[in-house]
């Protein structure tokens, strides 16, 4: 049963960065999905990043060039950088884990297996 643990999460102010890690436990690798998703207060899940097992990545346009996403395989972690922080940004992040990935795209209903979230809150 694949597990996930965030962290990294809290306050900055605006302009500032964080990096978010998520720790991947009984995961089988080949092939998956791991994304970002955040949910702002009042709003839907919406999708940050995406990275493919074939090392593929995808950005939301509203965070496109202030993030990037990586995968430690000898840690089983999973990062996502933020920079260029705005208070918009304020969100629950949460990763979260697909096996197969046979469709390539940011949608929370493609993930069945999510972390319990880390908190990012960014004041201006």
């Known amino acids: 049963q694949v597990q996930l643990l965030e962290s990294g999460g809290g306050s900055v102010q605006s302009g500032g960065s964080l990096r978010l890690s998520c720790v991947i436990s009984?995961?089988?690798?080949?092939?998956?999905?791991m994304g970002w998703f955040r949910q702002r207060p009042g709003k839907a899940r919406e999708g940050v990043a995406l990275i493919h097992s074939d090392d593929s990545r995808m950005f939301s346009n509203s965070v496109k060039g202030r993030v990037s996403v990586s995968h430690d395989y000898a840690k089983n972690t999973l990062y996502l950088q933020l920079n260029s922080l705005k208070p918009e940004d304020t969100a629950m992040y949460y990763c979260a884990f697909q096996s197969g990935c046979h469709v390539f795209r940011l949608s929370a209903p493609d993930f069945p297996t999510w972390g319990q979230g880390t908190q990012v809150t960014v004041s201006s």
């Open positions: 009984g995961a089988t690798y080949s092939p998956y999905c």
